[in-house]
Every structure is written in structure tokens, then in C-alpha cells.
């Protein structure tokens, strides 16, 4: 998975992260470790992204792949306050965003 920052373009990452895994399971990547009583991230980049807004490229060797895209929201510095969570559409990369 890359990530980037809000404007920038998709050809300097400012975090990666990559985990193999196996067919029939799942692993949550995010953007930094939040609290286990939120969720369990199995995977984060380094540095882990702590303030800005962006995005995430997820890629995979192949075609056969499942992604759910959840945001979390908190409001204090140990992000134990849980403000909301959204599942967020996914768009194929390239494909463009057709609309709900």
C-alpha cells in the first residue's frame, strides 16, 4: 500500500507499507497504530502518517483482490475518543469515479 499526501501526485509516496497474505484472509492497513479497543491495524507505514490528509494506493500481484476502505475518526492526541467511522467507496485506480 502507498500513501500520499492530499494534493500531491502519485509518484512520490510519503509513506509505504506491504504485508503478503495468504488467500482467504484479511489485514487491516492504516495510516498509523490506533488503540485495540478501536481496531487491530496489522500493518502501518514508516513514518507513520500522524496529521495530514491523503490517500492510500492499494496493489497487489493479482487481480483476485477484496478492499474495503474505513475511515476512523478521533478527537484527542491518544486517539481513544471515537468520533465516527465511514466506509468509504473504492474506486479502481485509472477507472475514475463513476458516481453513486
Request: aromatic share 8%.
Amino acid at each position: 500500500m502507498s500513501w500520499f499526501k492530499g494534493f500531491s501526485a502519485n509518484t512520490s509516496p510519503v509513506g509505504v507499507s506491504a504485508m503478503a497474505i495468504p488467500p482467504d484472509y484479511t489485514a487491516d492497513f492504516g495510516s498509523r497504530n490506533l488503540p485495540g479497543e478501536l481496531t487491530v491495524v496489522n500493518s502501518v507505514p514508516n513514518p507513520e502518517l500522524v496529521f495530514d490528509e491523503g490517500r492510500a494506493i492499494v496493489s497487489s500481484m493479482w487481480p483476485e483482490i477484496g478492499v474495503s476502505a474505513r475511515v476512523c475518526y478521533t478527537s484527542d492526541d491518544n486517539d481513544l475518543d471515537l468520533l465516527a467511522i465511514t466506509d468509504s467507496k473504492v474506486v479502481k485506480f485509472g477507472r475514475g469515479n463513476r458516481g453513486d
